[in-house]
């Protein structure tokens, strides 16, 4: 039996160290908005580092791909999420949507709204990912197309959340105290 190649094995020390960050971020930081943005910044990064990881070597040949599947993200990502999150933001307050972006309604599947999947989004991107690059690294030996074509899946990535980190660091969340029952 062969030996997993090196970069595989850091990949996924790197997907355990983000499922658990992102996992006891839900249990230390008790404000969904604060949460979200650390989150999405972790996500973020953990795409930029496995991509570097696992496809160094293909990075100049990839960017004629990758530059174009970045550039598509960012355009629906902006127009998927943020401008229907602006509007949100605009109808409502900040101070209600920075309370209520996070909670999931019915309606809010049905109509694809941005927020409320992306807990759900990071996950399943983040394990897209890691099996894309099993399976180019792995099953196909590190071919160059493949790499190229799970770059380009990172790419797309990155660009569907680069519009939504600039809109959740740009907004000035206020920082309610949560009172207890005891405090009341």
């Given at each position: ?20 960050l ?11 908005f ?20 696992s496809f ?103 660009g ?5 980190l ?14 207890t029952?005891?405090?009341?």
């Amino acid at each position: 039996m062969q030996q997993l190649p090196l970069s595989i094995t850091l990949v996924m020390a790197l997907l355990t160290g983000f499922l658990c960050l992102a996992a006891g971020l839900k249990y230390s930081i008790p404000n969904n908005f604060v949460r979200t943005r650390l989150v999405m910044t972790a996500f973020f990064f953990f795409i930029v580092a496995t991509l570097s990881i696992s496809f160094w070597q293909y990075r100049i040949d990839s960017l004629p791909y990758t530059v174009p599947a970045a550039l598509l993200g960012v355009l629906l990502g902006y127009l998927l999420g943020v401008r229907t999150e602006q509007q949100k933001l605009r109808a409502r307050g900040i101070e209600h949507y920075v309370e209520h972006f996070a909670h999931v309604h019915l309606y809010d599947i049905t109509a694809f709204n941005w927020w409320s999947v992306i807990n759900f989004y990071t996950v399943m991107g983040g394990l897209l990912l890691i099996n894309l690059v099993g399976l180019s690294t792995v099953i196909f030996g590190g071919d160059a197309q493949s790499a190229i074509r799970t770059s380009m899946v990172g790419a797309f990535l990155l660009g569907t959340i680069v519009p939504y980190l600039i809109h959740l660091w740009s907004i000035k969340a206020p920082h309610h105290a949560k009172r207890t029952t005891n405090e009341a």
